[in-house]
């Protein structure tokens, strides 16, 4: 890489890192580029408004310049295109089928989904809706909205069973968020439909907010602590990727 380049991008990481802002002696010091140098790169910077300055303090902090071009990043994402490529991995190195889902009100709707090809399968109808609570990626999302969003849903719900397997009591449903807050991964065990086992992993985006759930339906007959352990890991894994291409840069 280019070494003027190299730089600017290590000023640019150095103070997203800060909300106070970052004085030159800080850069200088934190990143060891000589003085002449640094002047000349955040002159630039400045220039181009993708560094601020605040003369009373005399710090810098991201200018108006990079939300410009987080907004133009923003405005051209498209879940499914760059999820498509995960999902089908997913599905592929499982042999399971694999779905993205994202939340529609009070439902979660899945708006991709990849089907394996063994005889034993949930084949999933493109579009279709669930209550949250009841449904793996229901849970994943619901469980990372904030305390009033959660209270608010749970308060007014129709806590009807779907199966003889589906949770009706609202505390459960709270313990239960809170596990999936602490391990990272939602289960369905045939709530939504019988002799279906559902893992669920949340997706964040730019803003640390919920955006959808990646989700492994697996037919309980083949599923066990091995494979549990299997699905679990890799869907923890394809989050991050996908969170992270959807620009949030904080560990899951």
Known sequence: ??????????????????????????????LGIPKSSMSALLSTLLASEYLSYDP?????????????????????????????????????????????AVRKGRDIQIIFNVNCLRPLQRVTDFGSCTSLHIAAAGKAILAHLSEEEIEDYLS?????????????????????????????????FEERCIGIIALASPVFDVYGQVKGAIVVPIPSIRFDKKKAKEVEQLLKYASINLSHQLGHTAEI
């Not at 640019?12 to 010091?29: A, H, M, N, R, Y």
């Not at 710090?59 to 907004?71: A, D, F």
């Not at 003889?164 to 709270?174: F, I, L, P, Q, Y």
Request: with cysteine; charged share 30%.
């Open 1 to 30: 890489m280019v070494k003027s380049a190299e730089r600017v991008i290590q000023i640019l990481d150095f103070v997203k890192e800060s909300k106070e802002g970052i004085s030159q002696k800080d850069f200088i010091t934190g």
């Open 156 to 188: 007014t719900a129709d806590m009807s069973p779907v199966t003889a397997k589906t949770n009706t009591d609202t505390e459960v449903t709270r313990h239960e968020l809170q596990e999936i807050r602490e391990g990272g991964i939602a289960y369905c």
């Open 56 to 100: 009373v303090s005399r710090r810098y902090k991201l200018g108006p310049g990079i939300v410009s071009i987080v907004g133009r990043y923003l405005a051209n994402l498209d879940i499914v295109r760059i999820a498509e490529p995960i999902i089908r991995q997913i599905a592929a190195t499982l042999d399971e089928s694999a779905e993205l």
